[in-house]
C-alpha cells in the first residue's frame, strides 16, 4: 500500500494486481512469468522481487520496469530505509540500491538464506535461517545501521525466521514450522524475547496499534493480532484460502492475500 491510496499483490507467473480499496482488484502487465515473492513501496517508487534475481520499480504500481540485479538467486524481500533500498535472498543474497535502478552485492554468506528485511528505528535487520551441518537449520538475525555493515546474530531457534516488521518501538519476527510458529519480538534488535503460536505464520504487519500475523495450518489460513506482540488472539477467516501476505493502509484497513486467488 502506498500513501497514494494504492494496494499492490504480486505472485506466481509474474502476476501484479492493484486496488485502490482492497475489494476490486484490476490486473497489470509485469513483463515476466517469474515467481514474485514480495512488493514493498518507499521514496515514492514500488519495489517488486522474485525468482531468478528479478526486480521490477515502478512509481504509479502500474507501469513496471526490469532492473539488473547481478544475481540469479530467488529474491524473498524488500524495504527502504535511510536512503536506501535493501533486497535479500537466498545463498546470503543482500543487495542494496540508493535509486531502484543500480544495485551493489553486500553478500556476507553462501549457507545463509534471508526471507526477510525490514528498517524501522533506525536499524536494518534481516531474518532467515542457517544450516549448521548435519541437518540442522538455525534462525538468524543480522543488524546494520547503514545496510552495507551487518552484524549476525544466531538467534538459536530450531526453525528459520520468516518475516520480520516494525511497529510502536517492537521489531517482530516470525518463524515456521507446520504445527507452530514462532514469535520473536525485541525493542533494540539485540536482545529477543520468544513467544510461540499455533501453525505456520508467513507474513507479519502492524498498523493501528495492532500486530497481525497471518498464516495456515494443513488446509486452513489463520489470522492472529495482538496489542503487544506477547499475547494473540485466533481471528475468524472467511474462507480457506492459505493466507501469505498482509499490509496496512494506514487509514484502518488491514488486506491480506493468499494461495488460488485469495
Keep these: 500500500f502506498t500513501t497514494s491510496g494504492l ?62 540485479s547481478g544475481t540469479t538467486q530467488q529474491l524473498n ?23 531502484r535502478i543500480t544495485w551493489t552485492s553486500r553478500n556476507i554468506s553462501t549457507t545463509q538464506h534471508y526471507l526477510g528485511v525490514i528498517y524501522g528505528n533506525g536499524l536494518f535487520i ?22 552495507i555493515n551487518w552484524t549476525t546474530i544466531i538467534s538459536g531457534t530450531n526453525q528459520g525466521h520468516d518475516k520480520v516488521t516494525y511497529g510502536n518501538g517492537k521489531y517482530l519476527i516470525i518463524g515456521y514450522l507446520a504445527s507452530e510458529g514462532q514469535v520473536l519480538s525485541s525493542s533494540n534488535g539485540v536482545s529477543w524475547n520468544s513467544t510461540d503460536i499455533v501453525g505456520g505464520s508467513q507474513d507479519v504487519v502492524y498498523g493501528n496499534g495492532m ?23 485466533t481471528r475468524t477467516t472467511p474462507n480457506d484460502g492459505l493466507l ?8 484502518s484497513t488491514f488486506v491480506t492475500v493468499g494461495s488460488s486467488g485469495t
Design 7 to 68: 494496494f499492490v499483490a504480486v505472485g506466481t507467473s509474474g502476476t501484479i494486481l492493484t486496488s485502490s480499496d482492497g475489494i476490486s482488484w484490476t490486473s497489470r502487465t509485469s513483463g515476466t512469468s517469474r515467481f514474485l515473492t514480495q512488493v514493498k513501496y518507499g521514496n515514492n517508487i514500488f519495489v517488486t522481487v522474485g525468482d531468478s534475481g528479478t526486480i521490477l520499480t515502478s512509481s504509479d504500481g502500474t507501469s513496471w520496469t526490469p532492473r539488473t
Design 77 to 99: 524481500d524488500v524495504t527502504f530505509g535511510t536512503g536506501l533500498f535493501v533486497t535479500v535472498g537466498r545463498s546470503g543474497t543482500i543487495l542494496t540500491s540508493p535509486d
Design 126 to 147: 534481516i531474518v532467515g535461517n542457517h544450516n549448521v551441518g548435519g541437518g540442522i537449520v538455525k534462525g538468524i538475525i543480522l543488524t546494520s545501521s547503514d545496510g
Design 211 to 233: 500486530y497481525v500475523i497471518v498464516g495456515y495450518q494443513g488446509n486452513s489460513g489463520w489470522i492472529y493480532t495482538s496489542s503487544d506482540g506477547i499475547s494473540w488472539t
Design 244 to 251: 501469505r501476505g498482509i499490509t496496512y493502509n494506514g487509514n
